[in-house]
């Protein structure tokens, strides 16, 4: 087993896409602590901020992370996520 593995991944939602994006991000949370080789996966709103989420993840190991990565629900997220993020541009 290697070291554990930490992600913190920061999103904002674009224009009229804040609760999409929310929801979106819900589920992976609900997803993803099931997962065997989860440790912590915590969603953040910012405060003062409109649509602004951070997600704090925790891997058993760089093998767990790849796992997460591959699962179905993680890949639809994937599709769908890139539709409601404010890419700056």
Do not use: I, W
């Amino acid at each position: 087993m290697g070291e554990p593995v930490t992600v913190f991944a920061s999103f904002e939602g674009a224009a009229g896409k804040t609760e999409e994006l929310e929801s979106l991000l819900r589920l992976m949370v609900a997803n993803t602590r099931a997962e065997s080789g989860c440790e912590q996966y915590d969603l953040y709103k910012e405060r003062g901020s409109e649509g602004v989420f951070h997600l704090f993840e925790r891997y058993r190991d760089q093998a767990a992370l790849e796992e997460h990565r591959a699962a179905p629900y993680y890949l639809e997220y994937r599709t769908r996520v890139v539709d409601v993020l404010d890419v700056g541009g």
